[in-house]
Nanobody
């Protein structure tokens, strides 16, 4: 019910935009967000956005990443700029809806020259 897209290979300093669309019988969505898991590390929060547009970012991505959402499309975006090799990870979207939380499948982002 969550379809993520936009991952790929990018050079350091480059940009990517991830998208995650919720579909199906999902009712009201409250919070939408992105997490990531780098090789050999635990999954951690990247950014979240509330239904009202309030945002929270991990310190490591502040000033470089921007999370946004389109409530009409039940879609959350992650604009990633000034990418660094340490941003390499599998990025997964997560939503908190009235029925509970949902995870989307991951999309791989590789930052390498």
């Amino acid at each position: 019910q969550l379809q993520a897209s936009g991952g790929g290979l990018v050079q350091p300093g480059g940009s990517l935009r991830l998208s995650c669309a919720a579909s199906g019988s999902i009712l009201k969505i409250n919070v939408m967000g992105w997490y990531r898991q780098a090789p050999g590390k635990q999954r951690g929060l990247v950014a979240i956005v509330s239904s009202g547009g309030a945002t929270t970012y991990a310190d490591s991505v502040k000033g470089r990443f921007t999370i946004s959402r389109d409530n009409a499309k039940n879609t959350v975006y992650l604009q990633m700029n000034s990418l660094k090799p340490e941003d390499t990870a599998v990025y997964s979207c997560r939503i908190w809806a009235t029925q509970g939380p949902y995870w989307g499948q991951g999309t791989l982002v590789t930052v390498s020259s």
